[in-house]
């Protein structure tokens, strides 16, 4: 399986971005997606997550709100929409899948526990 992520940039605070993660290669039954991201010196943290049947989401409590997980099961792309950015969201942002999961599983999981990462993206919120 491969990810990838685009849709990184720089922005002010209070302002949007869009990532995008498209998975190609081996399907499943049931697999859910997400989000992590991980600034300088600090952990890989959970930010969001959609299981691909059924649609359900999970949000890490510093995101609620703010941003929007949602996915296109024809192109296999799952988005984050990130509005209200601050410049504590800045870090770079990775897209994760695991196999037999829920959304609210990859929420609770430590980030090893994820099957298949894509490449980082970069968001910057400038203050």
């Known amino acids: 399986v491969q990810l990838q992520a685009s849709g990184g940039g720089l922005v002010q605070a209070g302002g949007s971005l869009r990532l995008s993660c498209a998975a190609s290669?081996?399907?499943?039954?049931?697999?859910?997606m997400g989000w992590f991201r991980q600034a300088p010196g600090k952990e890989r943290e959970f930010v969001a997550a959609i299981s691909w049947s059924g649609g359900s989401t999970y949000y890490a409590d510093s995101v609620k709100g703010r941003f929007t997980i949602s996915g296109d099961n024809a192109k296999n792309t799952v988005y984050l929409q990130m509005n209200s950015l601050k410049p504590e969201d800045t870090a770079v942002y990775y897209c994760?899948?695991?196999?037999?999961?829920?959304?609210?599983?990859?929420?609770?999981?430590?980030?090893?526990?994820?099957?298949?990462w894509g490449k980082g993206t970069q968001v910057t919120v400038s203050s």
């Open positions: 994760a899948l695991r196999v037999l999961t829920t959304a609210q599983a990859m929420g609770v999981l430590p980030a090893n526990a994820m099957n298949y």
């Open positions: 290669g081996r399907t499943f039954v049931s697999y859910s």
